[in-house]
């Protein structure tokens, strides 16, 4: 355990990348074989739309992670935080520490996203992808990666969570964002098991159906507790899903990135119909 500990403790740059980059590599192949959707447009122009969102997500956390260092050790320092309060056995206080991490900066971070007008038009830009894949884990406006990222900071505090924890967490939400998020078909009986415990491709799909309240629903990143917990949890079949967003169906916006970073910043739209009828 002390190995695993002190990995995840100092854990290299090069080995974050590789799971970030090699891991969205590993997915994109896979969905060449294993497809849900065929999708019709470029690929190599909608992966490097989404690229580009990564890399600054990727800046983002760079420029902010002094944030994270300092709020881990200070609450490391003052014993501050639920794995402090109380004394848990090693294995027991990862569990937990995992859950308090992913339900503020994860569930709870992604709920109040939908639900505050003026975060939500940060977080539009990760819903006008109409075709949703992989890549799309990562597409997240600037704005959006800094408010995350307060919210890991507050989930850091109320657990006190100490930095290798955090960098084990971190990890397992790089690789489930990825996958959930993924065009790759899974059997239903291995889907009905794991969607019990975790979020699911066929469970977060729905969420990215272009209108309410299919969009309102299934915000776990890698557990599904809690939208089964607080009732935002649907279970919709996949083939009938339409995904994008009905006030940014445009795809002279969706698909350039200069226009994307401008959406915060412009008024709001009311949504409006879509051409093809929903059947859910």
Do not use: C
């Not at 050790?73 to 309060?85: C, D, R, T, V, Y």
């Not at 006030?247 to 959406?263: A, C, G, R």
């Amino acid at each position: 355990m002390d190995n695993f500990i002190n990995y995840f403790n100092e854990i290299p740059s090069a080995h974050r990348s590789i799971l970030l980059f090699g891991g969205l590599t590993v997915f994109l192949l896979l969905e060449n074989f294993f497809p849900v959707y065929n999708f019709k447009s470029n690929k190599t122009r909608h992966v490097a739309i989404n690229i580009v969102f990564t890399l600054t997500t990727v800046l983002v956390n760079l420029l902010m992670a002094f944030l994270l260092i300092k709020t881990s050790f200070w609450a490391e320092a003052n014993e501050f935080g639920i794995l402090h309060w109380i004394q848990f056995p090693i294995v027991i206080q990862i569990i937990i520490g995992l859950f308090i991490l992913d339900f503020i900066s994860a569930w709870l971070a992604h709920y109040t996203e939908h639900h505050v007008k003026w975060l939500w038009q940060f977080h539009v830009v990760h819903h006008t992808d109409m075709e949703v894949d992989a890549s799309t884990a990562n597409r997240h406006h600037p704005g959006e990666s800094v408010i995350r990222f307060l919210f890991t900071l507050l989930a850091v505090v109320v657990s006190g969570a100490s930095f290798w924890l955090i960098m084990l967490y971190q990890a397992l939400s790089v690789f489930f964002g990825q996958l959930t998020h993924s065009n790759i078909k899974i059997s239903k009986s291995i889907n009905g098991v794991l969607k019990w415990f975790f979020v699911t491709p066929q469970m977060h799909r729905v969420h990215h159906h272009y209108r309410q309240p299919y969009s309102d629903s299934n915000y776990g990143n890698i557990f599904s507790l809690w939208d089964r917990l607080f009732g935002t949890y649907k279970d919709v079949e996949n083939s009938k899903l339409v995904f994008g967003l009905d006030t940014h169906f445009s795809k002279q916006e969706s698909e350039n990135v200069w226009e994307l970073l401008k959406i915060p910043f412009k008024a709001y739209r009311p949504p409006k119909e879509y051409a093809e009828k929903e059947k859910l």
